[in-house]
């Protein structure tokens, strides 16, 4: 008899344990951007937000369509590489993934949001700036930070209105990002009546920028825009200080507005002369800001650099949307992305019909004594 007790409770609480089970869903979140070479600094910032904002999520423990909701992320490194990014897509496609955050480059985005588009997962970038990844007109592709339109033209305008510069090379790196930011410089730079001068090109793996500087040098610019990241902007910055050019500005898109420049820049004095632009306001201006900065520190100490913040939100806004949705399938929850009002760390986040975010802002920052400074 009581033995039969023992198995009539073990197999009650069995049941139990299933109907919990059956109660809870597993929910993937994808996240690619590049973990080895020169950019896995970014990478691992990037990876940071979408793990932090995971977390986040499970300790909230999250009903979706009355199911108890368990986050994991499927992390791929596509190496800031457009045919591995469109490889690590497919993956993701091939696993079933609930939506993706990423990638980081233009470059790599843009292949890949039309392996996404084709499978049917909604993709958010919190990094990705090139006008072009929302050309296309995809449904499932949105972006919740400034694009090069807006980081461009500013730096151009403050160039021209507050440094009141007259002579501008140009230099990019001939990725979809570099080229794109450079144009966009460019172009604005000569509608506000400043010279450019030059134009040289490099590429993201370059070390050595002698040659194109010396030949900058000889036509006398007031500053340098350079279309890149920011192991080779820092590395500029060092052969700017050999060839005595320190005194020229230095100007960039959110590529080489890092922490980390400042060690690449390996206390160059051509440092102090950067001026760099980021979508989005200074994490001492976000909503959310100074909070979640501090409890990033705590959790990833020493790793920040720019887009932890933007890939944090992005993963919120996927499953802001599937709780709207009551699903976390990608045929059901992708068409109530769209309608997003989501109050975030980065921002109060709603999308243009096109994917672009609402009102984006954008922070012009400088080094000052070996530290980023914001300067709006």
């Known amino acids: 008899m009581q033995m039969k007790l023992k198995l009539t409770v073990a197999a009650a609480i069995a049941a139990v344990a299933g109907m919990a089970l059956a109660d809870e869903m597993v929910v993937t979140i994808g996240h690619v951007a590049p973990m080895s070479g020169s950019q896995a600094h970014y990478g691992k910032d990037n990876e940071n937000g979408v793990r932090m904002a995971i977390d986040d999520l499970n300790a909230e423990k999250v009903m979706i369509g009355g199911k108890l909701a368990k986050f994991q992320i499927e992390a791929e490194d596509d190496a800031a590489d457009p045919k591995q990014g469109t490889a690590v ?3 993701l496609c091939d696993a079933k993934v609930a939506g993706v955050v990423g990638h980081l480059n233009s ?7 039309k392996i996404y588009h084709e499978c049917g997962i909604p993709m958010i970038t919190g990094a990705a700036t090139n006008p072009d ?4 007109g995809y449904k499932n592709v949105f972006r919740i930070i400034a694009n ?11 160039a021209a209105d507050a440094l009141k510069l007259k002579k501008i090379a140009v230099v990019d790196d001939r990725t979809a ?13 000569k509608e506000k009546g400043m010279d450019v001068v030059d134009h040289q090109y490099t590429t993201d793996k370059a070390t050595d920028f002698m040659a194109i500087l010396t030949a900058i040098k000889s036509k006398k610019p007031d500053g340098i825009f350079y279309g890149g990241m920011d192991a080779q902007a820092g590395a500029m910055l060092r052969q700017m200080d050999q ?13 080489i507005c890092t922490n980390e420049i400042i060690k690449i820049a390996s206390g160059a004095k051509s440092l102090d002369g950067v001026v760099c632009a980021e979508g989005g306001s200074s994490i001492a201006k976000m909503p959310g800001g100074k909070e979640w900065k501090a409890r990033y520190d705590a959790k990833y100490p020493g790793q920040f650099q720019i887009y932890s913040p933007y890939t944090y939100d992005a993963t919120f806004v996927l499953v802001d949307a599937m709780k709207r949705a009551k699903s976390a399938d990608p045929k059901v929850y992708t068409s109530f992305i769209p309608a997003t009002d989501f109050k975030g760390v980065t ?9 672009e975010l609402k009102n984006p802002t954008m922070t012009l920052s400088t080094y000052k004594d070996g530290k980023k400074v914001a300067l709006n």
């Open 89 to 91: 897509a497919q993956k």
């Open 107 to 113: 470059g790599t985005t843009i292949p890949a949001s």
């Open 133 to 136: 990844l929302t050309k296309p």
């Open 148 to 158: 090069d339109n807006a980081l461009g033209a500013g730096l151009a305008f403050y």
């Open 177 to 189: 990002y570099g080229q794109g930011v450079a144009e966009v410089f460019e172009k604005t730079a």
């Open 243 to 255: 060839l005595g050019m320190s005194n020229v500005k230095f100007f960039g898109g959110d590529g």
């Open 347 to 355: 921002a109060e986040i709603k999308f243009e019909p096109t994917g």
